[in-house]
């Protein structure tokens, strides 16, 4: 069955240092996705990256990098000199297609505040 | 703008009294869904409509209702709100619900609190 874990339920810096976010997932298929979404303190939901299963690249965007590692099943989220705009609630979610339909499980939620 | 749109943003009602959020897309997606945040427990998916008129469980069907007769819109039906409905609840919809590839775009969330 998916699953997605993000072991680290809060964390806290001070502005400026650099901070992982973990994301552990588990499936039996080949084709899937791996999607990092921010829930800022306003509550939407948005969309950050999206990786597939069959590209291991890192990526990077300004500040942000992901790290897909898929001998340990793991997808996680740098976040490098950190801001107070950082300051959310981060999902992991993995996407298959099961019984004919996209299915996309969430992790826990990781809660990030960045101090100033 | 591309949006999705909830209705209402904030709701507190009673036990037993019937309610209805709306949800409507205005990016022609034919796959939508509805999630219920709860801390803790990430987001968990309530019902999903693949196209119109077509739509499934997911994985806590319990106690909700939806409809899909127009693609725009995915309204989520509580007939019988009990407090453990007292939820963030999101709409979503994406490009297609037939390849795990698409980004669902989420609404603003509607928190709802049952008494």
């Known amino acids: 069955a998916q699953k997605v874990t993000q072991a680290q339920t809060e964390i806290s810096v001070v502005e400026k240092e650099d901070v992982t976010l973990d994301c552990v997932y588990e499936?039996?298929?080949?084709?899937?996705?791996l999607f990092w979404y921010k829930q800022p303190p306003s509550g939407e939901l948005v969309f950050l990256i999206r990786?597939?299963?069959?590209?291991?690249q890192n990526e990077i965007s300004g500040r942000y990098s992901w790290n897909f590692q898929k001998s340990t099943s793991s997808f996680n989220f740098t976040i490098t000199a950190s801001q107070v705009v950082d300051s959310a609630v981060y999902f992991c979610?993995?996407?298959?297609?099961?019984?004919?339909?996209?299915?996309?499980?969430f992790g826990q939620g990781t809660r990030l505040t960045i101090n100033p | 703008e591309a949006q999705v749109t909830q209705n209402p943003r904030y709701l507190i009602t009673v036990t037993g009294k019937k309610l209805t959020v709306t949800c409507s897309q205005n990016?022609?997606?034919?796959?939508m869904s509805w999630y219920r945040q709860d801390p803790g427990l990430g987001l968990r998916q309530i019902y999903y409509?693949?196209?119109?008129?077509?739509?499934d469980k997911g994985d806590v069907p319990e106690g909700y209702k939806v409809s899909r007769k127009e693609k725009r819109n995915f309204p989520l039906i509580l007939e019988s709100p009990s407090p453990n409905q007292t939820s963030l609840y999101f709409c979503?919809?994406?490009?297609?619900?037939?390849?795990?590839?698409?980004?669902?775009?989420f609404g603003p969330g509607t928190r709802l609190t049952v008494t």
């Open positions: 979610a993995l996407s298959e297609w099961i019984q004919g339909a996209q299915k996309l499980v």
């Open positions: 990016m022609n997606h034919e796959y």
């Open positions: 979503a919809s994406s490009f297609q619900g037939y390849s795990p590839a698409y980004e669902q775009y």
């Open positions: 409509s693949m196209n119109v008129e077509v739509t």
């Open positions: 990786r597939n299963s069959f590209d291991e």
């Open positions: 499936t039996r298929d080949t084709t899937y996705y």
